[in-house]
């Protein structure tokens, strides 16, 4: 059973920053890859970064990078996404969701739990 659950989202001003936090509840959590995706209204859900069980590799999609970190605290099961600068095109609610370390896709079905989600507001 893994269960996922998101905060620290919130109203910010344009280059402003936030982090959110994703606590991971599961004994297999080294065994999972955990990711951030953000959906927007009237738009797909995007990954956002993920990063794999060891923490020590990430990925980050195009529009975030150097933006965006993404890091994780295995003794506390929490995955953070540090947000800087932000623009108000990261308007979204934001997901934590992870995958076993074993699969190997890297779109939003390959990954089988799902927190509820976060919401990130940036005003101009």
């Known amino acids: 059973q893994v269960q996922l659950q998101e905060s620290g989202g919130g109203l910010v001003q344009a280059g402003g920053s936030l982090r959110l936090s994703c606590k991971v509840s599961?004994?297999?959590?080294?065994?999972?890859?955990v990711a951030w995706f953000h959906q927007a209204p009237g738009k797909e859900r995007e990954l956002v970064a993920a990063?794999?069980?060891?923490?020590?590799?990430?990925y980050y999609e195009d529009s975030i990078k150097g933006r965006f970190s993404i890091t994780r605290d295995i003794t506390k099961n929490l995955v953070y996404l540090q947000m800087n600068n932000l623009k108000p095109e990261d308007t979204a609610l934001y997901y934590c969701?992870?995958?076993?370390?074993?699969?190997?896709?890297?779109?939003?079905?390959?990954?089988?739990?799902w927190g509820q989600g976060t919401q990130v507001t940036v005003t101009s």
């Open positions: 990063i794999d069980p060891s923490g020590r590799n990430a």
């Open positions: 969701a992870a995958k076993s370390r074993f699969e190997s896709g890297s779109g939003r079905s390959a990954y089988n739990y």
């Open positions: 599961t004994r297999a959590s080294s065994l999972l890859t």
